[in-house]
């Protein structure tokens, strides 16, 4: 079976060729700069993706949104793998639940709001960071 190419926003993802896959990476290169302590790429083992997925499940979800955040550079994230981490980007995964209307409603607000108090595990962080877990890809032309 080949390989979609399609890249609409129809709702669900597809297999890419490695031809798009690198040009995708290549144009965020590019556009929003590489430096060389700047994160590039976050690895997630088969078992993360499961603990992913468990979360979706557990709250009857429909999907998963995906958050880029920030470590803070002057304060300890408990459960933070690595002491590099302090002042690099990460993502957040947050299950979406389906709305009414077919939009998907993240489980909870990415952003606190008043009055929000439950603080389970809800969302899911710790993949591994590159750099400075990596040797970072060379940049294709």
Avoid at 16 to 32: F, G, H, K, R, W
Avoid at 65 to 89: C, E, H, M, N, Q
Avoid at 111 to 121: H, I, V, Y
Wanted: proline share 12%.
């Amino acid at each position: 079976m080949a390989a979609s190419t399609n890249l609409s926003a129809s709702g669900s993802g597809s297999p890419i060729p490695e031809s798009i896959a690198q040009q995708l990476i290549n144009t965020y290169m590019t556009e929003e700069g590489w430096a060389p302590d700047k994160t590039r790429a976050i690895w997630f083992s088969p078992a993360d993706l499961a603990n992913i997925q468990g979360l979706i499940n557990a709250a009857g979800g429909d999907g998963v949104r995906i958050y880029f955040g920030k470590y803070p550079s002057d304060l300890d994230i408990p459960g933070t793998p690595d002491p590099a981490y302090k002042g690099k980007v990460t993502v957040v995964f947050i299950p979406t639940l389906a709305a009414p209307n077919g939009s998907h409603q993240d489980l909870f607000p990415a952003l606190p709001q008043a009055g929000s108090t439950d603080d389970g595990d809800q969302g899911y962080n710790h993949g591994e960071l590159c750099p400075p877990n990596c040797t970072p890809p060379s940049p294709t032309t």
